[in-house]
């Protein structure tokens, strides 16, 4: 697990998902209110009774057309409240853009997310363990989404902009490095930028 983001010289982000907050919402409006029946709805309404300590992927699959816990119409209405607010939120100023020399404590911003702008090389790592894992990436990705969320028991490493579009060319060659060198990350990087030189001795 990481605790940590930054990006090479420096890191330019806007903290907290405006989308990710509107989908927590809808989900405890929803397992509160909703007049659906059926065994399903009670078994997710038991999992995310303590929302904020719940898997994000059950968030998800309470509107899952496939787990059958909602019907149809009221999967599409729910969601379709979520991506307005979402839509609006997004565009709002009151997310100003920070520009840090240091590490971003990525957990401890709302959300657990951020949303950096255009890099080629950056990493995740977790402080005290010295874990790192290092990207870099051919061309500039123009914005990623970065999610360090101890309850869901994952991270998340996105090259996409807070309205889901991809942000990565295509074509961009990805190398990435695993391992404890979180106080030498940014070396490690250079070293994935440059191609491994690959030299034959001479046989006798």
């Given amino acids: ?11 330019r982000y806007r903290a907290g998902d405006p989308y990710a907050g509107e989908l927590v919402a809808m989900v405890a409006e929803t397992v509160a209110n909703s007049t659906s029946t059926g065994g399903k709805l009670e078994e997710f309404r038991s999992q995310l009774s303590d929302i904020e300590s719940a898997h994000w992927d059950l968030y998800w699959r309470l509107f899952c057309a496939w787990e059958n816990v909602l019907p149809e119409h009221e999967i599409r209405e729910r969601l379709a409240r979520v991506r307005a607010a979402s839509h609006v939120k997004a565009d709002l100023n009151d997310r100003p853009w920070i520009l840090t020399e240091e590490a971003v404590d990525v957990s401890a911003v709302p959300h ?32 990623f989404q970065i999610v360090q969320r101890r309850q869901s028991g994952w991270v998340n490493w996105g090259t996409n902009g807070e309205n889901e579009c991809p942000e990565l060319p295509l074509g961009c060659d990805i190398k990435t490095a695993y391992g404890r060198f979180a106080d030498r990350w940014a070396v490690i990087a250079d070293q994935l930028e440059t191609p491994p030189i690959i ?6």
């Fill in 1 to 11: 697990m990481f605790d940590r983001f930054a990006a090479y010289g420096g890191t």
């Fill in 112 to 143: 657990a997310t951020i949303f950096p702008g255009p890099a080629t090389k950056t990493v995740e790592y977790h402080e005290s363990s010295g874990r790192a894992m290092v990207w870099w990436t051919s061309a500039a990705s123009g914005a």
């Fill in 199 to 204: 030299a034959v001795s001479g046989i006798s």
